[in-house]
């Protein structure tokens, strides 16, 4: 696992809460409570989690829908994704 990934997957054990979907939320986040010399290492880590946190909710949705609806197309699945 590289750095970035490990990194952010660290932070978000210890502060699950603590961020969002939202890039300038968690890069401010990060400079609060982690000391990332770098500011192009802050901002990946940042951008990593913002990622993983909007697949997450994508995901999210995807599964209300499911059981809302019954059935989704699995292509539609993949399309969201």
């Known amino acids: 696992m590289d750095r970035i990934k490990r990194i952010s997957n ?5 502060y699950p809460n603590k961020f969002s979907s939202n890039f300038e939320e968690n890069k401010a986040i990060i400079k609060e409570i982690a ?11 940042a951008g990593y989690i913002t990622s993983y946190l ?14 809302l609806e ?12």
């Open 10 to 14: 660290e932070l978000l054990e210890r």
């Open 70 to 81: 019954g059935n989704v197309e699995e292509e539609e699945v993949k399309e969201a994704l």
């Open 54 to 67: 909007r697949r997450q909710d994508i995901a999210k949705e995807l599964s209300t829908a499911t059981s």
């Open 35 to 45: 000391i990332v010399r770098s500011k192009v290492l802050r901002n990946k880590v």
